[in-house]
T-cell receptor, first 113, second 112 residues
Framework: GENVEQHPSTLSVQEGDSAVIKCTYSDSASNYFPWYKQELGKRPQLIIDIRSNVGEKKDQRIAVTLNKTAKHFSLHITETQPEDSAVYFC????????????FGKGMKLTVNP | DSGVTQTPKHLITATGQRVTLRCSPRSGDLSVYWYQQSLDQGLQFLIQ???????AKGNILERFSAQQFPDLHSELNLSSLELGDSALYFC???????????FGPGTRLLVL
């Protein structure tokens, strides 16, 4: 089955810096890759997603890139702000195949003012 | 607000007891997913229902069961509770199978 690895597990940056979170997946048939942000004690919230027919997607300060050949995808946050501090989860699923959305273990991002 | 509702918000109970967690999906969503998140842990997929039928199972214990009703709300039943069952339990929903999942606010279960 699908396996999603996420690294690093923690990242601390200064406000205004960029942050990059990387994930790898094992199932080459995976074709949908969402990213969720979870603040302490709250629900995971979808922040951006990408499908396998697209290499990059941007939404204001966040962007996601996908390399199907290498089976990895990354989340890029620019001009980080303290409110970006949270745990970020990547996930992968094969739409049309397994029903399971497989999550990475999460990365705790701390943005220091 | 994702449109997914969960009740109760908090639940405190004793070992050996049984509890029921309830989830109402977003209007129009047919799929419901249950996840367990222990302290400092990731999201563990438990089970998925689509339009009343079980579609996928994850690491769900035999002491746990779930169902989705004709009105599409879902219940997760946890029995013979153990201390280790203390966790946040999230429900998510999507329009169809394998599409974007939207999470509810979660139920925080504490087993004493």
């Amino acid at each position: 089955g699908e396996n999603v690895e996420q690294h690093p597990s923690t990242l601390s940056v200064q406000e205004g810096d960029s942050a990059v979170i990387k994930c790898t997946y094992s199932d080459s048939a995976s074709n949908y890759f969402p990213w969720y942000k979870q603040e302490l004690g709250k629900r995971p919230q979808l922040i951006i997603d990408i499908r396998s027919n697209v290499g990059e997607k941007k939404d204001q300060r966040i962007a996601v890139t996908l390399n199907k050949t290498a089976k990895h995808f990354s989340l890029h946050i620019t001009e980080t702000q303290p409110e970006d501090s949270a745990v970020y989860f990547c996930a992968a699923i094969t739409q049309g195949g397994s029903e399971k959305l497989v999550f990475g273990k999460g990365m705790k991002l701390t943005v220091n003012p | 607000d994702s449109g997914v509702t969960q009740t109760p918000k908090h639940l405190i109970t004793a070992t050996g007891q049984r509890v029921t967690l309830r989830c109402s999906p977003r209007s129009g969503d047919l799929s419901v997913y249950w996840y367990q998140q222990s302290l400092d842990q990731g999201l563990q997929f438990l089970i998925q229902y689509y339009n009343g039928e079980e579609r996928a199972k994850g690491n769900i214990l035999e002491r746990f069961s779930a169902q989705q009703f004709p009105d599409l709300h879902s219940e997760l039943n946890l029995s013979s509770l153990e201390l280790g069952d203390s966790a946040l339990y999230f429900c998510a929903s999507s329009t169809h199978r394998q599409e974007t999942q939207y999470f509810g606010p979660g139920t925080r279960l504490l087993v004493l």
